[in-house]
């Protein structure tokens, strides 16, 4: 199966151009604590991490939706490998299109989960 | 009647002290195209402007709940006077707590109300 067939089955997870990225969705997407640290950990990643290895004590279904929420925004993106989807942020499209405001939120000390 | 006593009547609205701005709630404040417009505006102004003196093509309640989640989350400070409210945005409080942020979401060209 290519990628476009998968992709018109539902199997991949939608993706945002980088143009069709805008700021009131990535900010509401950043608005949470635990989405916050979920950007905040990718963003000391040197490769993609397992979506299932953040270790928050939240549910299972709490965390897909907080994932969905950051993936459709535009802020990460999400490739499965076999049974679980490799995450990533997107910090590149990021930068390009809001210079400064991921290093504004990332340098905030305000944030606990 | 002193500012005290009106606050304790409810009838000052409440607004967070700059140690309790918290950066979720900022963002979400921010996470609105009419929002983003209010704070926008405000940051062009020298002076406090009439709550009623924005121009959208919204209704009042929703304006009031707009100036209310901004308010809340300390991105803007409304006094009132006689019958309007005089709205200024909290900059100096805001590039205090979270350097550049406003600055990075300002200067995004992708708001469009």
Redesign the interface.
Same mark, same amino acid.
């Not at 805008?22 to 969705?25: F, G």
């Not at 950043?30 to 604590?33: A, C, G, I, K």
């Not at 299109?97 to 405001?101: Q, S």
């Given at each position: 199966m290519t990628v476009v067939q998968a992709k018109l089955m539902g199997m991949e997870p939608h993706h945002p151009e980088r143009s069709e990225i805008? *700021?009131? +969705?990535v900010?509401?997407a *950043? &608005? $949470? @604590?635990h989405r *916050?640290e979920i950007v905040r950990r990718l963003n000391e990643d040197d490769e993609p991490r397992p979506c299932g290895k953040f270790g928050f004590d939240i549910s299972k279904s709490t965390m897909t939706h907080h994932f969905r929420t950051l993936r459709e925004a535009g802020v990460i993106r999400q490739e499965r490998q076999g049974t679980t989807k490799m995450t990533e942020l997107r910090r590149e499209d990021l930068d390009a299109?809001? @210079?400064? *405001?991921l $290093? +504004?939120?990332l &340098?905030?000390k305000?944030?606990h989960v």
């Open positions: 805008e *700021l009131p +969705a900010l509401h *950043l &608005s $949470d @604590p *916050l299109r809001f @210079p400064g *405001l $290093d +504004a939120v &340098s905030s305000t944030v």
